[in-house]
Each structure stands twice: as structure tokens, then as C-alpha cells.
């Protein structure tokens, strides 16, 4: 994919004192991953840190290859899952770790996204800001079927428990969609900890200030530390021009 802008910021906010997140910004512009991992201070900094390695490592490895970008990215959250999986067997005192994720990938003239937990992708386009990914959490699945309302799902006790993330033996198939990016649009991936603080509204309406991109990311970070800035928060901001 020609003509992207991309940049990335990470911060721990104002209350952990590590930062579980990770991400990556291809230097080719190929692919994108942010990362936020859980389970205490050691186990989530290490997981999603594997994750990010991982998905990086198996996509350059076989970034030029034959096989299909849904496959490509379903095979290289396989990869990290396993990655995961070998520490916590090494490692018994992070056996609860887990981390989830969120990529983007453009590829042979194609983009998609792979997806895993509540870490989310966003589409900014022509000033409106639409959620591309769908939250893997008891909270999301209870409001899409109806059983709780969106204010509710805002406060809910249950809106951090997650039904699918990587660490888990039982990971069968993660979420991966093509996506259609057009001249002009934004990309947002970004952890929890910027959503939790941060409304839609809010972030469409920085995302439109017509600032650059690195001072977009520091004014999303700097908004959501505001909010209370509770977890670590990530960012990559991506354009298609």
C-alpha cells in the first residue's frame, strides 16, 4: 500500500508502574500491532511483548510468500499464542498471563486486520470515527445481544473480562477481516486504557484538530491520562493519503 503515514506512542499512565503494552511499526509501512497483555506485572509486560515479536517475526518471514493474508495473519497470532504457551510451561509463576491483540496488515494490494480481546481498530473517515473491531468481552456479547444497554456496558463491572485472548490452549481461531481503506482515511489501534478514558466523541474530535499525526498521538495520550489514565495506553495512528 502506497502513500501511508503512520506513528505509534506508548505511556504507562498515572497508575501502573509497568507498562504491559507493546507495538510495532513495520519500517516498510507492511504491518501494524499493538499489544496489551495481563496477568500481573511481569506476566502481562512478557506476553504481550512475545506477542508483538512473534506476529513480527512470522509475518517477515513470510511476507512474500504464496499464502493468503487471512491465513498469514491467522498463522502468525497462532504463532504467538504458542510463544505464550512455551513461557508460561518455562516460567509456572506466569502461567495466567495473556495479552491481547490487534493487527493491520496491507499486503499485496489487499488490508486486513487480525484481532484478538478488547484492544481495538478504528476507522476515521470524512470526520466520523467507526469501530472496526468487535470487543471480545462478556460486555460487548451481552450488548450485542440485547441484554444490557450501551450505558450499562459503559459501567459494567464485567466490561474488562475478556472470552478470548492469546495464552489460552484453548485458542482455535482469531478474528480476521479485509478491510477497505481509502484515500483520506485514518487508522486507529490503540489498548483499552485509552478507550476506557477517552469517549468516541472525544477521539474523533482530536483525530479532526488537522494537527500532525505525532502531536495527534500525544494529545490522545495526554486526553486520556486526563480521564483518570488507569492502565497503559497505546496508540498507532495510520493514513492513507
Known amino acids: ?6 506513528t505509534g506512542l506508548t505511556d504507562p499512565g ?6 504491559q503494552d507493546s507495538y510495532y511499526i513495520d519500517p516498510e509501512g507492511r504491518f501494524f500491532i499493538v499489544a496489551d497483555g495481563m496477568g500481573g506485572h511481569a506476566g502481562g509486560q512478557e506476553a504481550s511483548q512475545i506477542a508483538t515479536k512473534r506476529i513480527q517475526a512470522y509475518l517477515a518471514e513470510h511476507w512474500d510468500s504464496e499464502i493468503p493474508c487471512e491465513q498469514l495473519l491467522q498463522e502468525a497470532l497462532q504463532q504467538a499464542n504458542e510463544g505464550i504457551l512455551e513461557d508460561q510451561s518455562d516460567h509456572p509463576e506466569r502461567g495466567d498471563m495473556g495479552t491481547t491483540a490487534v493487527v493491520v496488515a496491507f499486503r499485496k494490494d489487499e488490508s486486513w486486520y487480525a484481532h484478538i480481546g478488547d484492544s481495538r481498530l478504528y476507522l476515521f473517515r470524512k470526520s466520523e470515527l467507526q469501530q472496526v473491531s468487535e470487543d471480545h468481552t462478556w460486555v460487548a456479547r451481552a450488548l450485542k445481544m440485547g441484554d444490557i444497554t450501551r450505558d450499562q456496558a459503559k459501567v459494567h463491572p464485567w466490561r474488562h473480562v475478556l472470552f478470548q485472548c492469546l495464552g489460552r490452549k484453548d485458542l482455535r481461531q482469531v478474528d480476521v477481516f479485509p478491510m477497505d481503506v481509502q484515500t483520506g482515511d485514518t487508522l486507529l489501534l490503540c489498548s483499552d486504557g485509552l478507550t476506557e478514558e477517552v469517549s ?4 474523533a474530535e482530536i483525530l479532526n484538530s488537522g494537527k500532525s499525526f505525532q502531536d495527534i498521538a500525544k494529545e490522545l ?3 486520556a491520562k ?3 489514565g488507569s492502565d497503559n495506553i497505546t496508540v498507532i495512528l495510520i493514513a492513507q493519503d
Open 1 to 6: 500500500m502506497k502513500n501511508l503515514r503512520s
Open 200 to 203: 468516541d466523541e472525544l477521539i
Open 226 to 228: 486526563e480521564g483518570g
Open 221 to 223: 495520550i495526554e486526553a
Open 14 to 19: 498515572l497508575i501502573r508502574s509497568v507498562n
